[in-house]
């Protein structure tokens, strides 16, 4: 037997089919994860970082990376909540460098390492998995946690130093 919608049992059907696609496309999309409050404010500083900065990027990785180094600078890192928050700053110029890179852009290598070294000590000193910060910003987790590994390989093979834990800037080269 068909259900009916004022009478018409096609309208019916059609509604039905209707609401079985919608209910097989959002059971195939990812779930959102929940943020903590803390990551929550290295969410909100890639959102600032975004505003600040990312227009630079399309055009040159080196106005970019110093656009990004000075904002990550100034950026306090006295209280776990400025930690945070200095580490979603850092987190989303290294995304934005390594986006860059994949894209052919000159300098954006040299970008993407520079960040690096600035956001790694500091995610470890406050024990935040690449799982957990990955989310702060939306995209793929599992090719971009691949690409971090495989930079930071890199970085260790080249024997190239990182910042300290307070994720201080390093100097530029």
Request: hydrophobic share 40%.
């Amino acid at each position: 037997m068909f259900f009916s919608l004022n009478n018409r049992p096609f309208t019916g059907v059609v509604f039905l089919v209707l609401i079985f696609f919608s209910c097989l496309t959002s059971a195939d999309e990812a779930p959102k994860k929940i943020l903590s409050p803390m990551l929550a404010l290295s969410a909100k500083a890639s959102l600032e970082g975004r505003e600040k900065c990312q227009r630079l990027m399309h055009e040159d990785a080196v106005e970019f990376q110093k656009c990004a180094s000075q904002w990550i600078a100034k950026l306090p890192a006295k209280t776990n909540e400025d930690r945070y928050f200095k580490l979603g700053a850092s987190y989303y110029a290294w995304l934005s460098s390594t986006s860059a890179l994949k894209n052919g852009m000159p300098k954006a290598e040299e970008s993407a390492f520079y960040f690096l070294r600035i956001f790694r000590p500091l995610q470890k000193k406050l024990k935040v998995s690449d799982q957990d910060l990955c989310p702060t910003i939306e995209g793929d987790c599992t090719s971009r946690v691949a690409r971090l590994l495989v930079m930071e390989s890199e970085l260790q093979s080249a024997g190239k130093k990182t910042v300290n834990s307070t994720g201080a800037v390093p100097s530029a080269n």
